[in-house]
């Protein structure tokens, strides 16, 4: 099946101009002006954008969390993931404590092999790492599990102490891949929630109040200061505010490599809809929390000057019945998630394009290329090149839609609420291509259950040669 997209304005993280593309056996393979070219299908792409298809390297699908699991399973969420425009994402396979992470990972092929709409890939969650299961992680290598997510958080449950991130810290540098961070003090943070409830304080805004951003911040100093004497890199997940980010700018700005994510939910939404009546608050229960709106213009000068170098989801929905409702009478016992991973691309481009903040050349490097660099898929996936996944986005820049779980469009989540309800956005994937298939044809699904495929990934070492030190001692001197 050939497909060619004709008159498009291709954007990739550095390109901007008008082309034909031609893709066949589910690469693009040629680009070129006016093409003389036969296809099984032309799509005419006058007035759109032709872009890399979107990454979204942070989601939490059929994810077992606080007695409960994530509402979109590898079905639902990459079908939904499809109609935003992402056409890969990197989950998470959950390590049980005294489990063999390979024994995870297998699980974790069961839940999502020929479920997927889209390609996909897990990031290692390690809870337990005892000597005599360090060598797990070049296996996972091997396997292409090329990063790991560490908890400074929730204690008891996902949290290790220092000397196990120290530890696969040193070991990641050594197998040339990456570990991700979850920084908060979790410690502190528990004790918090604890005076909160002997208070009588139940209610979800004490969700926030309890995760003060300088416990964001302590994480990631400590993240940071661990992963330099380690002399390895460090990702950081979901970073939410102001004070977390300092800490992130001034490590760089001393030459370590530290990078980190954003995510829509802290760049659109802030700490007052935890004031929301009915327990509505609930929705926005996710670690870490929404916070003070003055955040928001701090995370977004970050992501332009490159402090903050990507945009994920951390889509990890529960429902408001049912599921957050768990913790009507303690806000400890709410789920902690939110969903989202359908409005990243429209919410990005019209809070960042539309709006005036960044290019659509950053649009596309923060929401695909950076993190196919950052975890092993450049250029496969993350660009418009030839030799590529043809993993192609024909974005409508002008289609004005509102976000709601009742507009067909733009909800395909299986979650019964909108993060976003109501909000009204410019910018619409109608068109989405994954290697090469056509899965949504005009905002309608074209594709079927198993379309998606498991995606080895480089090493982070690949695409971020890592420095040798040069050893004093063997300098001859002049
Ligand atoms: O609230 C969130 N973010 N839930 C998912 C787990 C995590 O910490 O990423
Ligand atoms: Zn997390
Ligand atoms: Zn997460």
């Given at each position: 099946m050939s497909l060619l997209i004709r008159n498009g304005r291709v954007i990739t993280a550095v390109d901007d101009y008008y082309a034909d593309i031609f893709i066949e056996d589910e690469q693009i393979s040629v680009i070129g002006k006016n093409l003389e070219m036969e296809a099984d299908r032309e799509i005419d792409a006058t007035g759109q954008l032709v872009i890399p298809g979107g990454i979204d390297p942070h989601t939490h699908l059929d994810m077992p969390f606080a007695g409960t699991t994530s509402a979109d399973d590898f079905e639902s969420g990459t079908l939904a993931a499809?109609?935003?425009?992402?056409?890969?994402?990197?989950?998470?396979?959950?390590?049980?404590?005294?489990?063999?992470?390979?024994?995870?990972?297998?699980?974790?092929?069961?839940?999502?092999?020929?479920?997927?709409?889209?390609?996909?890939?897990?990031?290692?969650?390690?809870?337990?790492?005892?000597?005599?299961?360090?060598?797990?992680?070049?296996?996972?290598?091997?396997?292409?599990?090329?990063?790991?997510?560490?908890?400074?958080?929730?204690?008891?449950?996902?949290?290790?102490?220092?000397?196990?991130?120290?530890?696969?810290?040193?070991?990641?540098?050594?197998?040339?891949?990456?570990?991700?961070?979850?920084?908060?003090?979790g410690i502190v943070i528990d004790e918090i929630i604890k005076e909160a409830l002997a208070k009588g304080l139940t209610a979800p805004k004490y969700h926030g109040i309890t995760r003060p951003t300088r416990m964001e911040a302590e994480g990631v100093h400590r993240a940071i200061s661990i992963a330099e004497v380690a002399d390895v890199p460090v990702y950081i997940v979901h970073l939410s505010s102001g004070d977390a980010l300092q800490e992130v700018v001034l490590a760089r700005d001393r030459g370590v490599p530290v990078f980190a994510e954003t995510c829509p939910q802290y760049l659109f939404l802030d700490e007052s809809m935890y004031d929301q009546e009915n327990f509505e608050g609930a929705k926005y229960v996710m670690t870490p929390p929404l916070r003070n709106k003055k955040n928001q213009e701090e995370l977004w000068r970050g992501l332009k000057f490159g402090d903050l170098q990507s945009i994920s989801t951390d889509h990890c929905p529960f429902c408001f019945k049912e599921q957050k409702e768990m913790g009507i009478d303690d806000f400890s016992k709410i789920p902690n998630g939110a969903p989202g991973v359908e409005n990243r691309m429209s919410l990005v481009y019209n809070g960042g394009v539309v709006e005036g903040r960044i290019s659509l050349n950053k649009f596309v490097e923060l929401t695909s290329t950076a993190a196919a660099k950052m975890f092993g898929l450049f250029p496969k996936k993350g660009t418009i090149a030839v030799g590529s996944d043809a993993d192609i986005v024909i974005f409508n820049p002008e289609r004005k839609e509102t976000i709601s779980k009742d507009n067909p469009v733009m909800h395909h989540m299986d979650v019964d609420y909108s993060a976003y309800e109501g909000f009204k956005i410019q910018g619409v994937s109608e068109t989405v291509i994954s290697r090469g298939k056509v899965i949504i044809d005009n905002c309608e699904y074209t594709g079927k259950k198993g379309d998606g495929r498991f995606i080895k990934r480089n090493l982070y070492s690949e695409n971020f040669p890592i420095e040798k030190k040069v050893d004093a001692a063997k300098v001859p001197s002049k």
């Open positions: 499809a109609h935003g425009g992402t056409t890969t994402l990197i989950d998470f396979a959950i390590q049980s404590k005294g489990e063999s992470t390979l024994k995870a990972l297998d699980t974790w092929h069961e839940k999502a092999d020929g479920k997927t709409a889209i390609d996909y890939s897990f990031h290692m969650i390690i809870t337990d790492l005892e000597q005599n299961r360090l060598h797990e992680m070049k296996k996972l290598a091997e396997e292409g599990i090329t990063s790991y997510k560490l908890f400074m958080a929730y204690p008891g449950v996902l949290y290790v102490d220092d000397a196990t991130i120290y530890r696969a810290m040193r070991k990641a540098g050594e197998d040339g891949t990456v570990i991700c961070m979850h920084a908060e003090n």
